[in-house]
């Protein structure tokens, strides 16, 4: 099974840059679509984005779409999540999620494993 490590989390001003990383840890060979979700206090886990495994397809949340970018390296067992321009309301717990499925994934029911989550704060 996979096993998720998410890095990269801290604290940035309006309108600065954070990477986040996400290394899986654990088998992959049945790992197929990863995600990042976000989750503010009081509010329901959002999704942000997804990439396929083999043909780096990507899709995003409206929140974040022409600022955030996600990638992957398949050698490393790793995906990344590019944020731009970050704005008060990105604040929140990124968590990173892998799907055994063929395809874009953007609900949090379609992930089988999920990683501890990693702060992101962004302040004026």
């Known amino acids: 099974q996979a096993q998720l490590v998410e890095t990269g989390g801290g604290r940035v001003r309006i309108g600065g840059s954070l990477t986040l990383s996400c290394k899986n840890t654990?088998?992959?060979?049945?790992?197929?679509?990863m995600g990042w979700f976000r989750q503010a206090p009081g509010k329901e886990r959002e999704f942000v984005a997804t990439i396929t495994w083999s043909d780096e397809i990507t899709y995003y949340g409206d929140s974040v779409k022409g600022r955030f970018r996600i990638a992957r390296d398949n050698a490393e067992n790793t995906v990344y999540l590019e944020m731009n321009s970050l704005k008060l309301e990105d604040t929140a717990i990124y968590y990173c999620?892998?799907?055994?499925?063929?395809?874009?994934?953007?609900?949090?029911?379609?992930?089988?494993?999920w990683g501890q989550g990693t702060q992101v704060t962004v302040s004026s």
């Open positions: 654990g088998e992959t060979f049945s790992v197929y679509t």
């Open positions: 999620a892998a799907a055994n499925i063929i395809g874009i994934a953007t609900k949090p029911g379609e992930y089988d494993y």
